[in-house]
């Protein structure tokens, strides 16, 4: 599966959109990118997953770009309890493998 | 429909013993899979059930096993405790494994004195 990187952290503002990055530049064509974030201590949370096209939903839209290299998760109007390690995940989940690879994640931190 | 469900929450053992976690799974999946998460190591898998079988094994030695019941109810053992076997113990479900999204539990807050 393809290895990610997102940036350690990140500030947004309350109200504000957070937009936060992730690179897959080695992710294959049968490969998607989901989403995940983990409230301290909690169990993860799925946020949103996409292949090609951007998708949306009641919590985050996702963009992906057109060569698939890159992503971007957006949650629209950040409030205080959006503060999480968000994690970003490439996965074939083909061979019945169910095995998530999680990296670091990128910690955001919602400022009043 | 209700979620991930992981019992107990936390669990306090001595080194050299050995413990036992349960997941019930969300109603209608058939699979579970097992992390451990550690601030050193992060997120890691433990191994993936399907059917009673184990379909995926993570990096993890022979301490660490588990096995999954007909309701898809699965329990989770790890054998001979360490120091370092603290570790927030997560499983996922989904439907049927694979490409399916998963959804996590609580997960269960192990303690090795």
């Known amino acids: 599966d393809a290895k990610t990187t997102q940036p350690p952290s990140m500030d947004c503002a309350e109200g504000r959109a957070a937009n936060l990055p992730c690179n897959h530049s080695?992710?294959?064509?049968?490969?998607?990118v989901y989403w995940y974030r983990q409230i301290h201590s909690q169990g993860p949370q799925y946020i949103i997953h996409?292949?090609?096209n951007n998708e949306t939903n009641e919590m985050a839209s996702l963009i992906i770009t057109e060569d698939r290299k890159s992503s971007t998760l957006i949650l629209p109007h950040a409030t205080l309890r959006d503060t999480a390690v968000y994690y970003c995940i490439v996965w074939r989940g083909s061979g019945n493998t169910g095995k998530l690879i999680f990296g670091q994640g990128t910690t955001l931190q919602v400022k009043p | 429909k209700a979620g991930v469900t992981q019992t107990p929450r936390y669990l306090i053992k001595t080194r050299g013993q050995q413990v036992t976690l349960s997941c019930s799974p969300i109603?209608?999946?058939?699979?579970v899979s097992w992390y451990q998460q550690t601030p050193g190591q992060g997120l890691q898998f433990l191994f993936e059930?399907?059917?009673?079988?184990?379909?995926n094994k993570g990096n993890f030695p022979g301490r660490f096993s588990g096995r999954q019941f007909s309701n898809s109810r699965s329990e989770m053992n790890v054998s001979t405790l360490e120091l370092g076997d603290s570790a927030l113990y997560l499983c996922a479900s989904s439907l049927n494994g694979g490409a399916d999204t998963q959804y996590f539990g609580p997960g269960t807050r192990l303690t090795v004195l």
């Open positions: 109603s209608g999946h058939r699979s």
């Open positions: 059930y399907f059917s009673e079988t184990q379909r």
């Open positions: 996409g292949l090609k």
């Open positions: 080695t992710i294959s064509g049968n490969e998607y």
